[in-house]
């Protein structure tokens, strides 16, 4: 099965799905399409950013220079997320919707605007039912889930309904929503996401090849052209690439070429000083290489 790779280029393009359901806001599919995405863009959201809140204790907040901009972590959601990482919500207290972009009242209010009785829109009020959770309208959410059963999708909707002890059917619903997320991407993105669909193996390779075309041999300095091999390995522009590529080097091969990547540094210093940049070919090669260096 081929995986989504999260990229800051591969973030849901939210502005582009609220053009598409303003485009027609009477079509049931725009506003279950908007309604599918910008869940999925919560859980893009948190696979990116759950690991710095809970294993190297960054606070939620907004960035300046997040790919989730212009429709970043709100304020308020900001703050729902911090007490729930610092469980400091008090029994007495409010439950606190859980709507990240702050993006999900308007969702709501246009799937239900044309929703309609009818089995084909039976995974809409799964969705709405989902919305409604999510905004802490819990009556509304056993109304819609209620709806969405009596249209044939009684598993699923008994889940929403009575989540105690139904989670592998609460699995199969994010798995759902996760699979029509991607096939609307792709549908409506094209390439420009389906090339994130993909393992991450075959991801790097891609991204290799392609930095790695315009690569001549010719114009690498001879003092060091025995770092060549290397530089094809591992001299990868791509963050999360280049971290791959070193992994599956052996750990005494990993040493070696950091060693080797030392020794020459003040080299590749003074050959890269007398290139043009941005960096292509062989230059940026080498560049990334010793970026690989300090990783190692």
Same mark, same amino acid.
């Given at each position: 099965?081929?995986?989504?790779? *999260?990229? =800051?280029?591969?973030?849901?393009?939210?502005? !582009?799905?609220?053009?598409?359901?303003?485009?027609?806001?009477?079509?049931?599919?725009?506003?279950? #399409?908007?309604?599918?995405?910008?869940?999925?863009?919560?859980? #893009?959201?948190?696979?990116?950013?759950?690991?710095?809140?809970?294993?190297?204790?960054?606070?939620?907040?907004?960035?300046?220079?997040?790919?989730?901009?212009?429709?970043?972590?709100?304020?308020?959601?900001?703050?729902?997320?911090?007490? *729930?990482?610092?469980?400091? =919500?008090? !029994?007495?207290?409010?439950?606190?919707?859980?709507?990240?972009?702050? !993006? %999900?009242?308007?969702?709501?209010?246009?799937?239900?605007?044309?929703?309609?009785?009818?089995?084909? &829109?039976?995974?809409? /009020?799964?969705? $709405?039912?989902?919305?409604?959770?999510?905004?802490?309208? &819990?009556?509304? $959410?056993?109304?819609?889930?209620?709806?969405?059963?009596?249209?044939?999708?009684?598993?699923?909707?008994?889940?929403?309904?009575?989540?105690?002890?139904?989670?592998?059917?609460?699995?199969?619903?994010?798995?759902?929503?996760?699979?029509?997320?991607?096939?609307?991407?792709?549908?409506?993105?094209?390439?420009?996401?389906?090339?994130?669909?993909?393992?991450?193996?075959?991801?790097? #390779?891609?991204?290799?090849?392609?930095? !790695?075309?315009?690569?001549? #041999?010719?114009?690498?300095?001879?003092?060091?052209?025995?770092?060549?091999?290397?530089?094809? &390995?591992?001299?990868?522009?791509?963050?999360?690439?280049?971290?791959?590529? @070193?992994? %599956?080097?052996?750990?005494?091969?990993?040493?070696?070429? %950091?060693?080797?990547?030392?020794? &020459?540094?003040?080299? @590749?210093?003074? /050959?890269?000083?007398?290139?043009?940049?941005?960096?292509?070919?062989?230059?940026?090669?080498?560049?990334?290489?010793?970026?690989?260096?300090?990783?190692?």
């Amino acid at each position: 099965m081929k995986i989504h790779l *999260l990229r =800051r280029e591969s973030v849901t393009p939210i502005a !582009l799905y609220i053009a598409r359901r303003d485009e027609q806001p009477d079509s049931f599919d725009r506003q279950l #399409e908007f309604g599918i995405v910008l869940l999925y863009r919560e859980r #893009e959201y948190r696979s990116m950013y759950g690991s710095d809140w809970l294993v190297r204790d960054v606070r939620p907040a907004a960035s300046p220079d997040s790919p989730f901009q212009p429709y970043d972590l709100t304020p308020e959601a900001a703050d729902h997320l911090g007490a *729930l990482i610092d469980r400091v =919500r008090t !029994l007495d207290a409010p439950p606190s919707p859980d709507d990240l972009f702050g !993006l %999900k009242r308007s969702a709501l209010d246009g799937l239900r605007r044309t929703l309609r009785p009818v089995k084909a &829109h039976a995974f809409g /009020w799964l969705v $709405a039912s989902r919305l409604h959770a999510d905004l802490v309208e &819990h009556a509304e $959410a056993a109304t819609a889930a209620a709806r969405a059963g009596e249209l044939g999708e009684t598993q699923l909707a008994g889940a929403l309904l009575d989540p105690i002890g139904n989670r592998t059917a609460l699995d199969a619903f994010e798995e759902r929503m996760r699979r029509r997320a991607l096939g609307a991407r792709s549908a409506v993105e094209g390439a420009a996401f389906t090339r994130y669909l993909t393992t991450e193996g075959a991801f790097c #390779e891609q991204e290799r090849a392609a930095a !790695l075309a315009g690569f001549d #041999e010719s114009r690498v300095p001879a003092e060091l052209r025995p770092l060549m091999p290397l530089a094809r &390995h591992v001299g990868v522009g791509d963050d999360v690439c280049r971290g791959w590529f @070193i992994r %599956k080097l052996s750990v005494r091969d990993r040493r070696a070429a %950091k060693a080797l990547i030392a020794e &020459h540094g003040a080299a @590749i210093d003074a /050959w890269l000083a007398t290139r043009d940049q941005p960096y292509e070919g062989e230059a940026a090669a080498f560049f990334w290489l010793r970026e690989a260096g300090e990783e190692l």
